[in-house]
């Protein structure tokens, strides 16, 4: 199984940006997909973005795009998320997460992996 390590979150004022990370120990093989999910309070968890680890392929949840952005450093085995334009409803948990075989790229119960999550606030 992946070990995902998570950094990154914080408070920040609307319009900010802050830029998550996501270290990844065991991440073997180019079809894996690497994604950010967020949960807010009493709401359930949301796909935000996602990357195909092989090809660079992106993407993005529709509440996110145009003001986030996934990219990755393979050699670190680190996956980032730049957040721009950040909005009080963007305050949540934020997960990465790692699909290592099949799935509904976008579907939760996809991904085999899970960090332990960072907060982000956004203050109005």
């Known amino acids: 199984q992946v070990q995902l390590e998570e950094s990154g979150g914080g408070l920040v004022q609307a319009g900010g940006s802050l830029r998550l990370s996501c270290t990844a120990s065991?991440?073997?093989?180019?079809?894996?997909?690497m994604a950010w999910f967020r949960q807010a309070p009493g709401k359930e968890r949301e796909f935000a973005a996602a990357?195909?680890?092989?090809?660079?392929?992106?993407y993005y949840g529709d509440s996110v795009k145009g003001r986030f952005t996934i990219s990755r450093d393979s050699a670190n085995n680190t996956a980032y998320l730049q957040m721009n334009n950040l909005k009080p409803e963007d305050t949540a948990v934020y997960y990465c997460?790692?699909?290592?075989?099949?799935?509904?790229?976008?579907?939760?119960?996809?991904?085999?992996?899970w960090g332990q999550g960072t907060q982000v606030t956004v203050s109005s």
């Open positions: 997460a790692v699909r290592t075989y099949s799935g509904n790229i976008y579907d939760v119960s996809a991904y085999d992996s």
């Open positions: 065991g991440l073997r093989y180019s079809t894996s997909v």
């Open positions: 990357m195909r680890w092989g090809g660079g392929v992106t």
